[in-house]
């Protein structure tokens, strides 16, 4: 009998472990809580800096050109080489906010980082563009820049943010891409195989979320 319940136990701990394990390596399935997860828009906006523009790649292979090649949703390229989060609000509305977003993804940070800028200043600059996209009716997607101890705090306030305003996050983007001299143009960034692999990423953290909201946008009497 005890030999029995020692078995029962051990499968009842086997369960749990298995449920936590599937928690952790599929979180957006089990999430329900994205901001907006029913919106109407039409198009993805990568919103951001020269990282989203292309720098270093030849026309046509950036990673919003590879992303829009792995789905089926327009993937509109709204990245500005040089851009800082203080410029970038300048044209969130025409750049953004008046091409009907579906899912906006923000990846900015890097400029501000190498010109000194206060992380606060860009954090902040960073929640208003969530604030003014989830207003909008839009997803979002913020980009986790950091790699290693490069750009730390940068990094633990958008997880924070994510948290806070209900974002899907898209975590080390440029994780063993910036170590890897094959997978780069320059010391910062990468060449067409590293947008690829950017690309890629982006994809992984955002299906989950778009394939939900298809099947929201299926049930009637939702609007955006």
Do not use: W
Request: some cysteine; aromatic content about 6%.
């Amino acid at each position: 009998m005890a030999k029995k319940h020692r078995l029962l136990g051990g499968a009842v701990i086997g369960l749990i472990l298995v449920c936590l394990l599937l928690i952790s390596v599929l979180p957006e399935y089990f999430r329900q809580d994205y901001a907006n997860i029913n919106s109407r828009g039409k198009n993805i906006i990568c919103f951001g800096d020269s990282i989203t523009f292309g720098f270093g790649a030849p026309a046509g292979q950036s990673y919003p050109d590879f992303l829009s090649q792995k789905i089926d949703i327009p993937v509109l390229n709204a990245g500005v080489e040089g851009d800082t989060s203080t410029q970038a609000m300048f044209r969130i509305y025409s750049d953004v906010l008046s091409r009907d977003p579906l899912l906006v993804i923000i990846e900015f940070g890097g400029n501000d980082f190498l010109r000194s800028v206060p992380p606060e200043n860009t954090v902040a600059n960073i929640e208003n563009m969530v604030k003014a996209v989830n207003g909008a009716g839009a997803m979002v997607a913020l980009v986790e820049l950091s790699t290693r101890n490069i750009m730390k705090r940068h990094s633990q306030e958008i997880r924070q943010l994510a948290r806070k305003h209900n974002c899907i996050l898209i975590s080390a983007i440029l994780d063993k891409i910036i170590a890897d001299p094959s997978l780069k143009s320059d010391f910062v960034h990468p060449n067409a195989q590293g947008y690829k692999a950017i690309a890629e990423r982006v994809y992984r953290g955002i299906r989950p979320v778009l394939n939900r909201n298809i099947i929201l946008r299926e049930q009637p009497g939702l609007t955006k």
